[in-house]
């Protein structure tokens, strides 16, 4: 995976971490791969999420190897009873967002590597303007 176990040790506590994965590491894999496919949709048109989530060591960007264990500790804590620590959670989740959302709208350029599309390749919709008609009856 993309992150391990040390790497939440800058975002929460061993025991923090088995309260909240209720002890089973199914649950902190699934969370990761929701936290990846959340992250992906706000990277996939510019950068090659294939190659940033393959990475290992040192060759990840250690602020999404952060963001991306926020994202998923979040979406852990949604299951827990009574929300257990859920304000830190979603204070550290909204500034990830808002840290991808910079990203999506080029105002932050993180040291990634970019997607390479085929020539005549569009992402998402796009729309074509007919020219205006005027008609003269």
């Given at each position: 995976m993309f992150i391990n176990k040390e790497d939440y040790r800058v975002v929460i506590g061993e025991a923090a971490l088995k309260v909240?994965?209720?002890e089973t590491p199914e649950n902190i894999a699934n969370a990761e791969i929701e936290a990846i496919e959340e992250i992906s949709?706000?990277?996939r048109p510019v950068y090659d999420?294939?190659?940033i989530f393959s990475a290992e060591g040192e060759k990840r960007n250690r602020l999404l190897v952060m963001y991306t264990a926020d994202i998923a500790l979040y979406h852990l804590t949604a299951s827990q009873p009574q929300r257990m620590g859920s304000e830190v959670r979603k204070e550290r989740y909204d500034?990830?967002?808002k840290w991808l959302e910079g990203v999506q709208a080029g105002k932050i350029i993180p040291d990634l590597p970019t997607a390479v599309f085929e020539e005549g390749f569009t992402f998402g919709t796009?729309?074509?303007s007919n020219p205006k008609l005027n008609h003269s009856w």
């Open positions: 909240v994965s209720q949709g706000y990277l999420t294939i190659a500034r990830a967002i796009s729309f074509q």
